[in-house]
């Protein structure tokens, strides 16, 4: 995937990081799973489309067999590991492979329609017409991000190293810009925050999972930054929590 408003047009790949992506960031507090729910997403007799699902984390924490769950993803790779996440747990959640912007799902199926750490990487007018395409009248279209704080000393000292393997990653500047964006008359937006646990591993595993890194980076750099990443790693607690901020956009359409 290219896109010039991110990293330059540095090119990135999330199917590269599905393994890492599917153990490591599975990280979502239960707040934003409350909140989800509170707006109707996976309600008794509803019908709830995940777009840019990655490896499915949104449909395997908010399961409930009494809803019709989809899940969409561009990357082959990511929706494998989705649909494996979903056979072993026996939950009944259909997985796609298509462009977000081109689901081909049936126009007015959906109650309600996710984007998780995605939508800025889509095409911002074909995306408005598919999503008004699919979601019935009185549907709800939400955008979600979640970052880490760069004032938090770990996550900060992470992202100076990806910096400085890979200077061209911009973390999630296009996709804090992107929860302001007026897509559909009446947004709503509200943001809070949570202090994430994390190891040593399961923290180098997701900044390996995030954009800046396995995404994108050359065999050789990858391993550069991993061993500088694991040496920064030395200096911090066994466990620990990092600052997150979480930002939610909505639409009643």
């Known amino acids: 995937m290219q896109n010039e408003k991110i990293d330059k047009g540095q090119i990135f790949d999330f199917g590269k990081t599905s393994k890492a992506y599917a153990e490591y960031r599975d990280i979502y507090p239960d707040v934003l799973y409350e909140r989800l729910r509170a707006l109707g997403v996976a309600a008794d007799g509803t019908a709830w489309l995940d ?11 908010l399961y409930n067999p009494k809803a019709e ?4 993803d561009i990357s082959a790779g990511q929706i494998a590991f989705a649909k494996e996440k ?28 996710t984007a998780a750490q995605c939508f800025f990487y889509f095409d911002r007018e074909k995306m408005r017409a598919e999503i008004r395409r699919l979601l019935r009248p009185g549907g709800i279209f939400i955008k979600i991000f979640m970052n ?3 004032s938090d000393p770990v996550a900060g000292g992470s992202c100076e190293l990806v910096r400085r393997f890979n200077p061209r990653w911009n973390s999630g500047e296009a996709a804090v810009k992107d929860m302001t964006d007026d897509l559909f008359p ?9 202090d994430l646990p994390f190891t040593r591993e399961s923290w180098h ?22 061993k500088a990443h694991l040496g ?22």
Not at 69 to 72: L, T
Not at 86 to 95: D, H, P, V
Not at 186 to 194: D, L, S
Not at 237 to 250: A, G, N
């Open 205 to 226: 595993g997701r900044m390996l999972a995030c954009r800046g890194t396995l995404a994108s980076m050359s065999e050789e750099t990858l391993a550069e930054w991993g």
């Open 51 to 61: 777009l840019g699902t990655g490896t499915g984390v949104l449909p395997k924490n």
């Open 148 to 150: 880490w704080e760069e």
């Open 86 to 113: 979903a056979e072993k747990s026996g939950q009944r959640i259909t997985y796609i492979v298509s462009p977000a912007e081109d689901t081909g799902l049936p126009g007015g199926k959906f109650d309600a329609v």
């Open 232 to 253: 920064f790693l030395e200096s911090c607690p066994e466990s620990f929590t990092v600052r997150h901020i979480i930002y939610i956009s909505y639409f009643r359409l």
């Open 186 to 194: 009446g947004r709503k937006t509200e943001t809070f925050y949570a």
């Open 69 to 72: 769950i989809y899940g969409e």
